[in-house]
């Protein structure tokens, strides 16, 4: 699904990530930890073409990302779901409206369901506030938004980068489980966090391999986590 | 093919591209007030060119086919000689007709530059004789040089020499109206440019959320290109409204006024404005269409 053979990544003439050789098999979960500044996000960004390898080579859904066009970026991403530490919404439409964008953009909007809009929005506890508009939604708020954004078309992979960072325990746990699940219905799932407990109890519920960058480098997390 | 369903996409209405981009008053506004005045220049620059197109037709057609004689010689000797030339023209292949000008005539043309009481008998005034051609007209230097010999007073003047320039000087204002309303469609296009860029640059949010949720380049042109075809269409279409009220409330063709009273549009001619606004959405389309591809080509 997607596959990094010896990718880095460079800016400004330094090193940001080196040499990383990562395959998200389809129906995988994994947790990428790290120190801040150790490259989770440049890494999440890779993975979905919102960066190019600097060196190496990375595959998305077979296709190197290098040989692709504008079009087949955007047509991969339909079936990449992405959450951002600081999601980024249409300001000037309504919390529901943002939802459905992505159908709208790929020319499914004869599939949205507003009911199943309203179901959504109850998952991430948004239910009151479908009509409000992005800039009114506190920082964790907006984060469960992009999380709803991000699996209305069902994509086939996830990547979340510290999708908990803004929420209670409470709601951490539940965007988690609605992870878990997703991950439980064939969904690749890689998550950034540097939220130890989170990857902890979320390993009880479901076979998660924890990465980690650490000197620019990628590999398995030890055996406490 | 998909780029005649882009156009038709743009007035078919994806109102779902479309409102993916926020409403944004002041460039909206200008970009319409852009296109109306435009427009309204276009409608006056194409009414002057049709004006003197018409002009340069008519005076090419009237002149072409006239000539005048005329006849400075002693009073005695005047009316002879104008007997003289009208026998000669009588004899002459290509001239239809050939009749002296009368006294009236003579004092109307005279008129503008004298005044209405000119005393036309106590004048030297050269008689006239106005001469209408048929089929390719007669041969000129042959009847030049009969007119020498029977009538030494009679100079032929075949108005060659100063309908050529009329007739150029009107082609080419009418050459000059159509080279500004190119200039006025490129003007346009470029505004329209500037614009689009202008708001594609301060949408660099949307344009990214859009691309997040794989939105590809042609859907988010859209939005723009549609937003702005239509403003330029509207702004368009109220320019040249205005412009045809004040082309159809200018002074109609009379004698006096000659060129700057006929300057209207005539019969079928009132339906050519009624394009300048499907000009300007096309100009609009494309140059809107250009500026947003080249602008998301240098996004990531």
């Known amino acids: 699904m997607i596959e990094l053979k010896n990718a880095g990544f460079n800016y400004g003439g330094r090193d940001i990530l080196s040499d990383m050789t990562l395959r998200l098999s389809p129906g995988s979960f994994h947790f990428l930890t790290g ?109 469960r938004a992009a999380l709803a954004r991000a699996i209305i078309m069902s994509p086939d992979l996830i990547l979340a980068d510290e999708p908990t960072g803004n929420v209670d325990w409470e709601m951490a746990q539940r965007l988690i489980a609605l992870l878990v699940e997703l991950n439980r219905m064939g969904k690749t799932i890689l998550i950034a966090t540097h939220d130890l407990n989170l990857i902890r109890n979320t390993k009880s519920e479901v076979s998660a391999r924890v990465l980690r960058i650490s000197n620019t480098k990628l590999q398995l997390a030890g055996a406490d986590l | 093919m998909e780029r005649l369903r882009s156009i038709f996409e743009v007035f078919s209405g994806d109102t779902n591209a479309d409102r993916v981009v926020p409403p944004s008053g002041f460039t909206s506004r200008l970009t319409s007030f852009t296109a109306g005045a435009m427009a309204f220049l276009t409608v006056f620059a194409l009414a002057l060119s049709l004006a003197t197109g018409r002009l340069a037709d008519r005076w090419d057609a009237e002149l072409a086919r006239t000539s005048t004689i005329r006849i400075a010689a002693p009073e005695g000797q005047l009316a002879a000689q ?13 001239i239809a007709s050939a009749r002296v000008m009368s006294d009236a005539e003579q004092r109307k043309l005279l ?190």
């Open chain 1, 35 to 143: 120190p801040s500044g150790s490259g989770k996000t440049t890494l999440l960004n890779l993975c979905y073409q919102a960066l190019m390898p600097t060196t190496g080579m990375v595959r998305i859904f077979e296709q190197d990302v290098r040989a692709m066009t504008r079009d087949d970026v955007a047509r991969v991403r339909r079936r990449i779901g992405v959450v951002h530490q600081n999601c980024q919404f249409l300001d000037h439409i309504s919390v529901r409206d943002n939802l459905t964008l992505p159908l709208s953009v790929s020319g499914r909007e004869s599939e949205v369901d507003q009911g199943n809009v309203d179901d959504l929005l109850g998952w991430v506890g948004l239910s009151e506030r479908g009509d409000a508009l992005p800039p009114e939604l506190s920082g964790g708020e907006r984060q």
């Open chain 2, 82 to 94: 104008s007997e003289a030339v009208l026998e000669v023209l009588r004899t002459t292949p290509g």
């Open chain 2, 111 to 300: 008129e503008p530059w004298f005044g209405p009481d000119l005393p036309l008998d106590t004048l030297p005034v050269p008689r006239l004789i106005e001469v209408l051609e048929e089929g390719k007209g007669p041969d000129m230097v042959g009847l030049k040089l009969r007119l020498s010999a029977e009538a030494p007073g009679a100079v032929l003047d075949d108005h060659t020499r100063w309908r050529k320039p009329l007739v150029n000087a009107a082609t080419r204002l009418r050459l000059l109206g159509l080279v500004s309303i190119l200039l006025i469609a490129g003007s346009m296009g470029a505004m329209i440019t500037l614009a689009a860029q202008s708001a594609l640059a301060a949408n660099g949010q949307v344009i990214g959320v859009l691309r997040l949720i794989g939105a590809r380049d042609v859907y988010i042109a859209r939005a723009f290109v549609r937003r702005f075809t239509l403003r330029a269409l509207i702004g368009a279409a109220i320019g040249t409204g205005l412009a045809m009220i004040g082309v159809a409330f200018m002074p109609a063709p009379a004698e006096e006024g000659a060129f700057l009273t006929g300057l209207g549009f005539v019969g079928w001619h009132w339906v050519l404005p009624v394009f300048v606004p499907v000009i300007a959405a096309i100009v609009a389309f494309w140059a809107t269409r250009l500026a947003a591809f080249r602008a998301l080509s240098r996004l990531s």
